[in-house]
Structure formats: C-alpha cells, structure tokens
C-alpha cells in the first residue's frame, strides 16, 4: 500500500506539472499546440529530415482565415471564438494523427506534416483545408462563413523552424494578395519580394521616425472657371538615398503594418497646419486627405482630426476626408457612427476611386459621405468608350440629384475637359497640375505672385 500511496503521489504530482505545461505550450482556447510548442516541433522535424532525406518532403500550410473580422464585428467574440474552435477541430480532422496543427493566435492557424511523398501531396492537403474551414458554421441558426489563404513552405537543411514558418507566412500573404481563398507556394521570387517587402517597411518606420514623410499637393479646381479651390494631401517617402517613394509602393505595406495609422495623422496634421497658412491669402482653399480603413476604424478617430483641425485654428468645413468605397462599406456600424459625427461637425467626407468598388445606390442614401470622386479610369476612357463617357455624365447627375458633390479625377487632356465642362463638377487632373511639394504648389498660386 505504501508503494502504491508513493505512486499515487508521484502521478497526482505529474498531471498538475503536466497541466502547467500543457498551458504554456497549448492554445487556452482550441487546446491545439500554439507557437512555441510548434517550433518544437518543426524544430525536431527539420533535424530528422536533415538525418533522413530520402523519408520524403517536410511542409509547412499556414492558414489565415479570410473575413474573421467581420464575423467578430457582425456577430461578437463569442461567435468569433465559436468558429475558431470549430476550425481547430475540423483542421485536426482532416489531417493525419502524425501531423502537427497549430494555432499562432487570432485567426492564424499552422499545419506540419513530414514524409509527404510529392509537392502535389502539399497542394493537395491545401486544398483539403480550405475545403475544410469554407464550409458554413452554424451559429445562432444563422450560419457564419470564411474561407481561408494558405501559403506552403518546404523544409529544407538550411532553414531554421522560425524561417519556415516566416516563409510560410510570407506565401500565405501572397495568396491574400492575390485574392485569397487560395494558396500559394514559397519560392526563391517570393523571397526576393518579401525582402523588399521588409525594407520598404525598415524605411517606412525609419522616415516616419525622422520626419521623412513628405506631403505634396494637388489642386482641384472649379469648372468652367478652372479657380483652384482646394487640394488634396498626397504622402511622399523621402527614402535614406534621397528618392522620393511614391504612395504604390508604401501604402500597402504601411496598411499591412499598422504604420499607416501614424503617417495618416502625420499628413492630416501637416496639411492642416500647411492650409491654415495658405488660407491667409486665400480664405476658400479646403483641404482632402486620404483616410485609410485602419485609421477609420480607430476609437480615436474624430480626437485626432479635430486636434488636428483645432491646432491648425482651422473650421471643419476646410477639410475633407476621402475614402474608397470598400472602406465604407466594410466599415463597422461604430466606424461609419464616427464619419456621421464627423460630418455633424462640418467636415465633409468623400467617396474616393467611385465606380470601382462595388457600392450600391442604396449605400449612398445610408452611407455618410457629401461628395464622390469619380474614379480617373472612367476619365481615361472617356473620349473614345462610350460607354465611360456615359458613366462620368451618370455619376455626376447622380451625385448632384442627391445633394452630393462631385469631383472628376485624373483630367489630362482638353477633350476630357471638355466633355465634363458644364457637368458642374470639380475636377482634378495632371491639366490643372500634378502633385508638387508645397512651395511649388505656392508658386503655382495666384496668390504668391507679386
Ligand atoms: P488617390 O486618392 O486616388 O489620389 C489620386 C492619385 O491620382 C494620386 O496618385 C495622383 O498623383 C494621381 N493623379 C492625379 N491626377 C492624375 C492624372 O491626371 N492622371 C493620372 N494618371 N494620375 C493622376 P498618388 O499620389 O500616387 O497616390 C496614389 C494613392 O495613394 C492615392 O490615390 C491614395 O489612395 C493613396 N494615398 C496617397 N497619400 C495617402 C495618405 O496620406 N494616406 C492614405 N491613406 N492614402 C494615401
Ligand atoms: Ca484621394
Ligand atoms: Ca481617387
């Protein structure tokens, strides 16, 4: 018995240790493997396929869900967390007992499967898991839907487990990119990208930290009269060599890694203190600055853009926020409270790049916008598709039969002009001038000349 009570002892002893270990290696939520425990594991995994090549490929999926977002925003945490055990379980269902799933934390989740006979064997899984997370999850009677982007990385001698899993998360990314729902292998030209990738953001981070984004300014003009009144603040990276990064190749990457939420307020900021001082000779001139989905969404929105203002001594009808329609419309009821708020207080709030999302008419009876950009492609094709001739003419009556404003963008040539000249427009374009830094823009003005 006294043996037996010893044994006792040592077991009861053993699970609560075991337990300790299992929370600090386990995902408190799905109970899978979490981030540390899959290193191990990928560790241990990559060691044996040094040790034994010819056992087969070694290949890491990792998963993001496609529109877990909204799920939490349109139904709560509790339906969010509902469907990330049910993908836990469902992932743990179609894999071997042999491989490792993984959950990293929020809607990331990681697959690790050895011996795999073929590449077409990792495809295949990939496909088996998105099949897998797309199909519906009951949820209050009311099924809640996502899908899922996967990148594949292969083991190899040379890659450490924390490199695998950063190559695997890189190709995951470019399966988003590409349109998600959808998977994408890591190779040799995707490394190159992401390298470039991560110095666009090493520059972004050190031009944000030293003052380096700059703000350019393009006129928007009233027609027929051609009166420049306003601007539009477009972001500029001054990068270490002296050139000039133009917004294509930063703002995605700046959108990706939260960075945009400061260089959004750096440029508002910036172009309102620039507009206060413009507005001495010229008491009209308004001001838009380009919002970005992450910077809308912030609880803080409407203290930082009256800060902004109020710094600047600036009435909110000076200033106009853009933003492009899937902001709008992927926005939470909480996001589009606060443009309402901010339209209450005067500023005015506009749909950009028009025609090219997929709003509906409805939206814009709900949504809180004063004005719309008419997207420049429509303007491009203007003078020989008919059919974009008649969209810009549409767009404008549409807007003006609302009460809305309206602004054509991207005019280059007179016969584009001339065919929105008595649309009652205003109208943007490389016409009336391009985006210049802000004592060309003077120069440019009537006004600074003696
Ligand atoms: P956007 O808001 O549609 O800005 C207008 C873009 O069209 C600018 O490009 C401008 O240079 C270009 N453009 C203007 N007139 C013409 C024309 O006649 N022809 C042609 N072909 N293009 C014209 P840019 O400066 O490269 O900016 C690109 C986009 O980057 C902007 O598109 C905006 O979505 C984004 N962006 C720029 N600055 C910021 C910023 O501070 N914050 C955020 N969130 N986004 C920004
Ligand atoms: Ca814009
Ligand atoms: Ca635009």
Known sequence: TCLLLQLEDITGRKTAEQRLTRSALHDSLTDLPNRAMLLDRTGRALARLARRPNDGLMAMLFCDLDGFKAVNDTHGHAAGDELLVEVARRLSQVMRPTDTVARLGGDEFVVLCENLPTTAEATRIAVRVEQAISRPVPWRGQPLTVTASVGIAYGSATVSAQELVRNADTAMYQAKTLGKNRHEVFDEDLRARSTSRVRVENDLRTALRTANVEVHYQPIVELPTRRVTGVEALARLRLPDGTLAMPAEFIPVAED??????????????????????????????????????????????????????????????????????????????????????????????????????????????????????????????????????????????????????????????????????????????????????????????????
């Open 257 to 450: 890694t939260g960075l945009i939420v400061e260089l959004g307020a750096h440029v508002l900021r910036s172009a309102c203190q620039q507009l206060a001082a413009w507005r001495e000779h010229a008491p009209d001139l308004h001001l838009a600055v380009n919002l970005s989905a992450r910077q809308a969404a912030r609880a803080d929105l409407c203290d930082v853009v009256q800060a902004a203002l109020a710094d600047a001594g600036l009435p909110a009808h000076a200033l106009a926020l853009e933003l492009t329609e899937s902001v709008l419309l992927e926005s939470a009821r909480s996001t589009l409270g606060k443009l309402g708020e901010l339209r209450e207080s005067g500023v005015q709030i506009g749909i950009d790049d028009f025609g090219t999302g997929y709003a509906s008419l409805r939206y814009l009876r709900d949504l809180p916008v004063t004005f719309l950009k008419v997207d420049r492609s429509f303007v491009a094709g203007m003078t020989h598709n008919h059919h974009d001739a008649v969209i810009v003419q549409t767009v404008t009556r549409l807007a003006f039969d609302l009460g809305l404003g309206c602004i054509v963008e991207g005019v280059e040539t007179e016969a584009q002009l001339g065919r929105i000249l008595d649309t009652g427009a205003h109208a943007q374009g490389y016409l009336f001038g391009r985006p210049v830094p802000a004592t060309d823009f003077e120069r440019q003005m009537s006004w600074a000349t003696p």
